[in-house]
């Protein structure tokens, strides 16, 4: 199973700042993705990446941006939080494993609220 | 995307088995089913997935119908930990990898 980390898991923050959201796994998984979830809400797809270099948006738009400048690291980054992007926000990877590919495993979220 | 359909809540003593179903009557052929359980908002914790035959692991069971329309998860002795949001998936096809789409899951509730 993937260790995937997520950092911070709470922030509270005010409204116009920038804030970047930290997403790390360890086990070398190619593939990322970013998920958000409104409180007693479904999980909507609103990033995701297949490698180094490569990002695209889901299903869900989202104002926030990503990145993916090494395989172990997809930040999640809001240029002007807004209140209504209070959320949260939880990171997955997957990779090949075993001949079966591409099972999700989920970070703990980071729970984003803007003031 | 084929689309799953749960109960909206469950409940079972602790110690009994738990049975979570699940209909995916528009499932293609080579898809996944796939369940996560979500417990006080974490992150989704992968169970189990299948294709076709029945599955087993240390956290549960998964049987597929032959005609594969529809699935059960089934936690052999439930504790109140197992207490969670149950999502049943077919995993989708999206560009050369996969996307999950969460419905509503069932709210499984075990009782002392």
């Known amino acids: 199973e993937a260790d995937i980390y997520q950092t911070p898991r709470y922030l509270v923050i005010g409204t116009g700042k920038k804030i970047t959201l930290e997403c790390s796994q360890t086990m070398g998984h190619d593939k990322m993705y970013w998920y958000q979830q409104d409180p007693g809400m479904e999980l909507h797809l609103i990033h995701y990446?297949?490698?180094?270099?490569?990002?695209e948006k889901g299903d869900l738009s989202s104002e926030s941006t990503v990145s993916r400048i090494r395989t172990e690291h997809f930040p999640l980054t809001l240029e002007s939080a807004r209140p209504s992007h209070t959320s949260q926000y939880l990171c997955a990877s997957s990779g090949v494993s075993g001949g079966v590919t591409d099972t999700q495993y989920f970070g703990p979220g980071t729970r984003l609220t803007v003031l | 995307d084929a689309k799953t359909t749960q109960p909206t809540s469950m409940d079972c003593a602790e110690g009994r088995a738990a049975n979570l179903p699940c209909n995916h009557s528009t499932i293609s052929g080579n898809e996944y089913v796939y369940w996560y359980r979500q417990i006080h908002s974490q992150g989704p914790q992968y169970i189990i997935h299948?294709?076709?035959n029945n599955e087993t692991n240390e956290m549960a069971s998964l049987i597929i119908t032959e005609d594969r329309k529809s699935s059960t998860l089934i936690l052999p002795h439930a504790t109140l930990r197992d207490t969670a949001v149950y999502y049943c998936i077919v995993r989708a096809r999206m560009d050369s990898s996969y996307k999950l789409i969460f419905g509503s899951g069932t709210r499984l509730l075990v009782r002392p």
């Open positions: 299948g294709l076709k």
């Open positions: 990446s297949y490698g180094v270099n490569s990002t």
